[in-house]
């Protein structure tokens, strides 16, 4: 194996400076910030979560019984019904698409199916749903036929 050394006048980091330096019109800035240290907000609770955005006026295309699930920037429409052993689960946009519709099973077969009065709540997605009701919560995984 033959060894050599390659020339280069610019360090190979990846650092801002060497990136911009052979650039003609390039502007410094001190590194200091004026408004002090930056600190991230703190982690928001699932309460504070839950309304971070409001249900939006419900398109035609979703149906009346579904309900709302607000998550951080984004939300969906759930609706179920009963669909013999297996549950059916249709997630709609804020706009009335579709994202995902499929039959879903307990993992535990003594919990019972939510019926109108179980809220969705998280983790609530196209792999797995979530109700809740009182303290009672049933979880929910897609199947595959």
Known sequence: MRNFKLKF???LTPTT???VSPLEHRISLSGKNREGQFFPLKKLSKEVQKGTLPAPVRDDKIPENAQ???G???GSWFVWENASAHLKVSRYSPEG???CTGLYE?????NAHPDNSY??????NCKVVTFIKGVSR?????VRI
């Open 9 to 11: 006048l610019v360090p």
């Open 17 to 19: 400076l060497n990136n």
């Open 68 to 70: 709302w699930l607000s």
């Open 72 to 74: 951080e920037g984004a």
């Open 97 to 99: 698409n579709i994202e």
């Open 106 to 110: 307990n993992p535990n077969p003594s």
């Open 119 to 124: 809220q969705i709540d998280y983790p609530s």
């Open 138 to 142: 049933l979880h929910f995984e897609r």
